[in-house]
């Protein structure tokens, strides 16, 4: 728009001086810029898409306020300036009458161009009044321009009086309709990208079993998508209440940014429920894979569980005097759990196979790992009698090399631990303090001093 210039003088004082010929020119110049100017934007403001918009929607809220304001703004903004340009064209016929206008014409040229020329109708004159059209930008709060005062009607300005109302006003309306605009450009587009993608993400969910009423998962889904529809219903019928004003004050029209706190709310929802979707859809890709191995690790704990049973009754049957643990049985709730995930697999429930393979393979572990300790708790009897029985031979061995292998005393201690260690049931207690009386006899015996005369020449 255009802005009022300075002027020679005190206009519209009783004492302001004449206009000469070279000022009243240069005047009407200025003037003649300012009105291109001028009507350049209201051209602008008329045809601006923004604008087309607001004529055609079904607003309410803010917007249908305000826009109504609006109207009446843009209505008072080409009374105003067809006031304006009946003014200036008066001043430029009564210029062009003579090439040296007369006194009087100087006279009636001031006062045209810096009196009190312009008469505004009275209808136009009160629609810019505080309280009849709010802005919503950083410096447009209504009756921030000089002349937005009610007035009467006929009421006259002067020419830089009412270029100033028409900034204001249009200032306010312009900021509307960008702001609008800027609304609408940005987040119906992207609302309807994300229901698109919403709408692909609903269709693999489905496919994996992933529904209302059967998963978290799915419910969400229907929550969303009926956040998107009314969010897009709201934004296309109130924008302006999802127009953030600028924080940092500016005057700029369209100060400000939309609002896409809900958007961003549901497009993280959105990449929540992808990635559970994904992960169900992992558990299916791989879901016999991992059934296998389940099979595979329980039937490893029961074969461990068996052998432990059979070792248990060997160990009671040929250790005597021993605490041997009892072995207990495959767990019934594992084979269950996992009949259910077969079950599962079947019937394509992969949201509820997921988390019970999770549990499943951790607790089979479990089951394999215990087994493997109830086995050993069990064999550890023979182990010791092994243990004991591979002493003996070593001691026997190592005193045979020392040519003491026939020593009364140690072949009957050796006797007698070997008829305890291979008879049944063993008695490892007795066994363990027959074959400590070896070891204490034959480290005698080796240490033992060598007999006078032994090992020297006759």
Known sequence: ???????????????APVLGREEVDRALDRLGAEY??????????????????????DLSGTTKERWAATERSVTVLWSLFDA??????????????????????LVELTELLHGESVTVPGPTATADTPGSGPGIGPGSSPGSSPGSDPAGPGQRYRLEDVVERMNGLYARSLDVIVAADAVWSALPARIDLLSAE????????????????EHP???????????????????????????????????????????TARYDRAARALEDIRREVAAVLDVRQDAEQRLMQLRDVLSRADRTLTEARQARGEVLAKIAASEVPAVSGPSTALHEQLATAAEYRRHALWHRLSPLLD?????????????????????????????????????????????????????????????????????LRAAEHAVWR?????AEAM??????GEGVDS
């Open 1 to 15: 728009m255009g802005v009022p210039g300075p002027a020679p003088g005190s206009p519209g004082s009783p004492d």
């Open 359 to 427: 549990s499943l393979e951790e607790r089979a572990e479990d089951e394999l790992h215990r087994a493997r300790a109830s086995l050993t708790a069990v064999t550890a009897p023979l182990a010791v009698r092994a243990e004991l029985r591979g002493r003996l031979d070593a001691y026997r061995a190592k005193l045979a090399r020392q040519g003491m292998g026939e020593d009364p005393l140690l072949v009957e201690r050796y006797d007698a631990a070997r008829r305890m260690l291979w008879s049944a049931p063993c008695d």
């Open 438 to 442: 070896y070891q204490q006899a034959a």
């Open 198 to 213: 919403l709408q692909r993400t609903r269709s693999l969910a489905h496919s994996v079993g992933v529904r209302p009423g």
């Open 447 to 452: 240490s033992a001093p060598p007999p006078p």
């Open 217 to 259: 998962a799915g419910d969400d889904l229907e929550r969303i998508t009926g956040e998107l529809q009314r969010l897009r219903g709201q934004v296309i019928a109130d924008p302006l209440a999802f127009w953030v004003s600028s924080a940092t004050g500016s005057s700029a029209p369209g100060g400000g940014r939309p609002d």
């Open 36 to 57: 291109e100017a001028i009507e350049t934007s209201l051209l602008a403001l008329q045809d601006h898409a923004g604008r087309r918009l607001l004529e055609g929607a």
């Open 84 to 105: 304006y340009a009946a003014t200036l064209e008066a001043a430029r016929e009564l210029r062009s009458r003579h090439r040296w206008p007369s006194p009087q014409e």
